[in-house]
């Protein structure tokens, strides 16, 4: 199957769930053009209807959203010497910020989530924007105990934006980035600072040397106007 053959399989797969259609995000001097759900709105109005949203954070499309704080470790991954290197997005959602650090020269990127329909939404923009034979898809879930045994060699990267909101996970993701993550690699989470869980600085700085950082950034808003916003930074390093 050629990719245009997989990326036409995959939005009529797609499309049996959604109504989408590949809208342009602006990155430096080149545009990457990423699947989003039409009228979402009215796709939650139908969930809610249904009685299908029972956990909001769970339960509703939120991997379909472009998250300011994926384009923003996106960019940041250029300073990490990223050539050659390998990355692994966690609780990748449709993949932007994998997208975005593709033009670094990673030379294996591997998109994660747990949820199927966010790895279709990653797997299409990947073809659609040409970079179908340098990210792939995997399910991966944090909280499964072991080693991956796809991922014997770990990663010299491991990233993740907005993921650290449920602090269930932040148990898990410590143990997860401790087995898989290579020697002399590094660990990047991005969480907007209204949303920032101190819990996990703390429990990581157990295992890790924990560096944080800051980042402002002005993102266009969902009411149309310039918004601020702070995002911090978190970087895990082996002692």
Same mark, same amino acid.
């Given at each position: ?73 996106? &960019? ?36 994660? $989530? ?19 034979? &340098? ?9 499964? #105990?072991?080693?991956? #045994? ?5 990663? $010299? ?25 290579? #020697? ?54 082996? #002692?």
């Amino acid at each position: 199957m050629t990719p245009d053959e997989e990326l036409s399989a995959l939005l009529a797969r797609i499309r049996q769930d959604f109504d989408v259609a590949f809208e342009p995000l602006a990155v430096d001097d080149s545009t990457l053009e990423i699947l989003s759900i039409r009228n979402m709105p009215t796709y939650i109005n139908k969930l809610l209807q249904r009685k299908a949203v029972r956990d909001p954070l769970k339960d509703l499309p939120l991997w379909a959203k472009v998250w300011p704080g994926s384009f923003v470790l996106g &960019r940041l991954l250029r300073k990490y010497a990223p050539e050659g290197k390998s990355l692994l997005e966690l609780g990748a959602g449709c993949g932007v910020l994998s997208l975005v650090a593709a033009r670094y020269g990673f030379a294996r990127m591997v998109v994660s $989530d747990v949820v199927e329909d966010a790895l279709r939404f990653a797997r299409a923009n990947a073809l659609h924007n040409g970079l179908g034979q &340098r990210l792939e898809t995997a399910r991966v879930d944090v909280t499964a #105990p072991g080693r991956d #045994p796809r991922f014997p060699e770990g990663f $010299d990267i491991i990233a993740a934006s907005e993921l650290l909101y449920l602090e269930s996970l932040h148990r898990p993701l410590v143990k997860f980035v401790d087995r898989h993550l290579a #020697p002399g690699g590094k660990a990047l989470f991005c969480t907007d600072m209204a949303r920032a869980q101190p819990h996990f600085a703390k429990l990581a700085a157990k295992t890790f040397r924990l560096t944080e950082g800051h980042i402002g950034v002005t993102a266009h808003g969902e009411d149309g106007q310039d918004q601020r916003r702070l995002y911090s930074i978190l970087i895990l390093e082996r #002692p």
